[in-house]
């Protein structure tokens, strides 16, 4: 049997128009005028993801940015020494400086270790980065001992087993570091012109110095100093030279003692002796003992007033003092003669004068050999003229 076809007859309006095909232009669409399509689920998803990726890349950019930063600004206070971090008091070494204090015992340091008790430590030490992971004192002599001593009385690690210290990384040179304690401890009300003086010495005498001159010492390490306590400290350099291994107290000598003694010793090479026999009486003399041994021997020397300013009190620089000389005094020499000697303060230090028959003499620290022959002629011309 055949199966037949069926026609279906469509019936189609007469007016019915029949739309032209859709066309494209040939040249590349905008977006914004592109055809809206629908997109699959897959092309979503592709397309959520980079677009994250790219979120995430910016941020991770951002933080890297920042690290970077953060980085170089750590390496920056690093190596000017402003991060203070908690180092452990074995770790802390003193080699490297010789210290400004003098030997012995340290009668204020109860006074600092019972306000490290009660407080804290409110300055932290400075030290400097070894190669070897540990650490150099550059500044806090004092510091450092107190919280070692507290250690050992309390035995408390956790409070001072470890010292607050500003880390500054090596470079530095010796003198630079040399003058960093320095300047510091200008400002100590307690540090001696002996000390100061000693610290010269043993800095010319230190082998990794370019100074071997301890009077040029004092220009390289006090240059914050004012010219006429430069002048006290190289006179304390010639006490300790003469006295250094005699006197077991010479940081307590006043500054016009001081410098009277040195007068003396420039007159009288055998004083060092003198005062070492008159000190054999003592079979353990206190300061106050010392001293009054120092005195007998330079009674005829010293100012009116012997105690001077302080350290201190001579830190910044200070205009010319004017003072009144002090009234000339005679009396009979050795030898019999009569002479006259006083003496009075210039920026320079102590001016010195003695006047006998035939002779004046002027002692003041100061080199007469750098000033000009003529000038320096001119100048004596001047003074004998007006003596007349």
Excluded: W
């Amino acid at each position: 049997m055949r199966n037949k076809r069926r026609i279906f007859d469509i019936d189609m309006p007469d007016d019915a128009v029949v739309p032209p095909p859709e066309t494209f232009p040939a040249e590349k669409v905008s977006e914004d005028n592109a055809p809206r399509s629908r997109r699959g689920p897959m092309a979503t998803a592709i397309s959520e993801t980079a677009s994250s990726a790219r979120e995430r890349q910016d941020v991770e950019a951002r933080i890297r940015a920042e690290n970077d930063a953060l980085a170089h600004e750590h390496v920056r206070l690093k190596r000017l020494g402003l991060l203070v971090d908690l180092i452990p008091l074995e770790m802390v070494e003193t080699y490297k400086l010789v210290r400004d204090r003098s030997k012995g015992p340290d009668m204020e340091l109860s006074e600092l270790k019972e306000s490290i008790r009660e407080l804290g430590l409110s300055n932290p030490i400075r030290v400097e980065a070894r190669s070897d992971e540990r650490y150099e004192l550059i500044q806090g002599y004092r510091r450092l001992a107190a919280y070692r001593e507290l250690l050992e009385e309390t035995g408390d690690e956790e409070r001072f087993g470890k010292i607050p210290a500003a880390v500054a990384q090596a470079g530095d040179s010796l003198d630079a570091l040399y003058r960093k304690m320095v300047d510091e401890n200008l400002v100590r009300k307690d540090v001696s012109f002996s000390e100061m003086a000693q610290l010269a010495l043993d800095f010319a005498a230190d082998p990794e110095t370019e100074e071997n001159d301890p009077d040029k010492a004092v220009a390289r390490l006090f240059k914050s100093a004012s010219y006429s306590k430069r002048s006290y400290i190289r006179t304390f350099i010639r006490l300790n030279q003469a006295l250094g291994s005699i006197l077991r107290f010479p940081s307590e000598v006043p500054r016009a003692l001081g410098v009277a003694l040195v007068a003396r010793i420039e007159e009288d090479e055998d004083l060092p002796n003198d005062i070492r026999e008159a000190l054999a009486a003592y079979d353990d003399p206190k300061a106050k003992e010392e001293l009054a041994v120092l005195r007998r021997f330079v009674k005829d020397e010293e100012p009116a007033q012997e105690e001077g300013p302080s350290p201190e009190e001579e830190a910044a620089p200070e205009p010319e003092p004017v003072e009144e000389p002090k009234p000339a005094t005679k009396k009979l020499s050795t030898e019999g003669k009569a002479k006259t000697s006083f003496q009075f303060e210039r920026a320079e230090g102590l001016t010195k004068c003695t006047a006998a028959a035939g002779r004046l003499e002027i002692r003041l620290d100061r080199d007469f050999t750098t000033v000009d022959r003529r000038k320096l002629e001119a100048a004596v011309r001047r003074l004998l003229d007006d003596l007349n």
